[in-house]
């Protein structure tokens, strides 16, 4: 989220990824993909400047996540050639061989 500030000086939080577009008539007016309209008082370089921000954040952050702490989804391979049944998981190993063709290319 980037917060903004409304023409009477409220701040306002607001999913970057909802805006549509921003225009200077000559209030900042930004647009947002539901139709909705919000005046604020930064300009649009400014407002571009959070927007990029936001987004290294988040990009930054997103390596510093222990993904093994994540709940991992019970997914897994199964076979579906002739060296296994059709129920039992492929190992990395076989999955890769699965998808070269009989000269060993993709």
């Known amino acids: 989220m980037i917060t903004l500030n409304r023409l009477n000086r409220t701040v ?3 999913n970057p990824d909802l805006i549509e577009r921003i225009e200077e008539t000559p209030d900042t007016v930004v ?3 539901d139709g909705k309209k919000v005046l604020v008082v ?5 407002i571009v400047s959070k927007i990029v921000d936001f987004r290294a954040l988040i990009a930054a ?4 996540i222990d993904i093994s702490r994540l709940a991992q989804p019970d997914l897994h391979l199964v076979g579906g050639g002739s ?3 059709s ?3 492929l190992s990395e190993q076989e999955h890769r061989e699965s998808h070269l063709d009989e000269n060993g290319v993709r």
């Open 12 to 14: 306002i939080a607001l």
């Open 31 to 33: 647009s947002l993909i």
């Open 42 to 46: 930064e300009g649009i370089d400014e």
């Open 61 to 64: 952050q997103s390596n510093l």
């Open 83 to 85: 060296s296994a049944s």
């Open 87 to 89: 129920d039992e998981p």
